[in-house]
């Protein structure tokens, strides 16, 4: 199968999984509980359509894509946003540092990105390629950020046992394979260039379609009520850390207060 016919397949699977994915949200009502995420599939859904119909060397597909880069910034930090909440829901004092955190690091990750490409735009370069430099050096900052808040977040899960909603932890987990695929592909379009945006690209949309696929498989009203935890312990290392816990949020909580 030639390269290009690969990839179109590849991009009506994602928008495939994106479809059934919204359907399974939208019917099992669990749409109210994961709503950002549900309207970011949506926008994926509205995306992919285009993205096949448009010619990709036009000009109305560099403006399309243009605009929507920057409506897709702002679903990755709510969609994150979400995720802590759902991951912490219990903890309203660290819920709030989280996502302190994220903007903290997010805002932080884009001044580098933006600082990076100084020496770059001090040479006569033409207004569309700096453009171009600009989305890139913002997209790298904010995708690069929040995939590091997602490993971090997903990390602390598997030390701590906190028990969650089947749902949310299947959630957390392919939203983490999900974004990271984004991040490593921006970062490889950064380091290798042109030479691998093919390949790059028709692996994201592999694995975009096979995420689809699998909120579609596993997202269940069932899974709102049966509850898991990432590290097998006993139960007295268990009660200990959920104290531990227990205790730090009460301290974020007074703080917050005082």
Same mark, same amino acid.
Not at 36 to 47: K, Q, V
Not at 115 to 143: E, H, K, N
């Given at each position: 199968?030639?390269?290009?016919?690969?990839?179109?397949f590849?991009q009506?699977?994602?928008?495939?999984? %994106?479809?059934?994915?919204?359907?399974?949200?939208?019917?099992? !009502?669990?749409? #109210?509980?994961?709503?950002?995420?549900?309207? /970011?599939f949506?926008?994926? &859904?509205?995306?992919?359509?285009?993205?096949?119909?448009? @010619?990709?060397k036009?000009?109305?597909?560099? /403006?399309?894509w243009?605009?929507?880069?920057?409506?897709?910034?702002?679903?990755? $930090?709510?969609?994150?946003r979400?995720?802590?909440?759902?991951?912490?829901?219990?903890?309203?004092?660290?819920?709030?540092?989280?996502?302190?955190?994220?903007?903290?690091a997010?805002?932080v990750?884009?001044?580098?990105? $933006? *600082?990076? +490409?100084?020496?770059? +735009?001090?040479?006569?370069?033409?207004? #569309?390629?700096?453009i171009?430099?600009? &989305?890139?050096a913002? @997209?790298? !900052?904010?995708? *690069? %950020?929040?995939?590091?808040?997602?490993?971090v977040?997903?990390?602390?899960?598997? #030390? /701590?046992?906190?028990?969650?909603? #089947?749902?949310?932890?299947?959630?957390?987990?392919?939203y983490?394979?999900?974004?990271?695929?984004?991040?490593?592909?921006?970062l490889?379009?950064?380091?290798?260039?042109?030479?691998? /945006?093919?390949?790059v @690209?028709?692996?994201?949309?592999? *694995?975009?379609?096979?995420?689809?696929?699998?909120?579609?498989?596993?997202?269940?009203?069932?899974?709102?009520e049966?509850?898991?935890?990432?590290?097998?312990?006993?139960s007295l290392?268990?009660?200990?850390?959920l104290?531990?816990l227990?205790?730090?949020?009460?301290?974020?909580?007074?703080?917050?207060?005082?």
């Amino acid at each position: 199968m030639p390269r290009v016919s690969l990839f179109t397949f590849l991009q009506l699977a994602a928008v495939l999984g %994106s479809v059934l994915t919204v359907s399974t949200l939208h019917k099992t !009502g669990l749409y #109210r509980r994961y709503r950002i995420f549900f309207f /970011y599939f949506i926008f994926r &859904i509205s995306l992919g359509i285009c993205a096949v119909a448009l @010619d990709v060397k036009s000009n109305v597909y560099q /403006y399309f894509w243009v605009s929507t880069v920057v409506i897709s910034w702002a679903f990755y $930090v709510l969609v994150v946003r979400e995720l802590c909440g759902l991951v912490l829901e219990r903890y309203s004092g660290l819920k709030t540092l989280g996502r302190w955190f994220m903007y903290l690091a997010t805002v932080v990750s884009l001044m580098l990105s $933006v *600082l990076s +490409l100084l020496p770059r +735009l001090t040479q006569a370069t033409p207004q #569309r390629s700096r453009i171009l430099y600009y &989305i890139y050096a913002i @997209d790298r !900052g904010v995708t *690069l %950020s929040l995939a590091i808040f997602l490993v971090v977040m997903v990390f602390l899960l598997s #030390r /701590y046992p906190v028990r969650l909603p #089947r749902n949310v932890m299947i959630h957390v987990v392919l939203y983490t394979i999900f974004f990271l695929s984004s991040s490593m592909t921006m970062l490889l379009k950064s380091v290798f260039g042109l030479k691998v /945006y093919t390949t790059v @690209d028709t692996a994201l949309m592999a *694995l975009s379609g096979a995420c689809g696929f699998a909120w579609f498989c596993l997202l269940s009203e069932k899974g709102e009520e049966a509850t898991v935890s990432l590290p097998n312990m006993n139960s007295l290392r268990e009660e200990h850390l959920l104290s531990q816990l227990d205790s730090l949020n009460q301290t974020l909580l007074k703080s917050a207060k005082g």
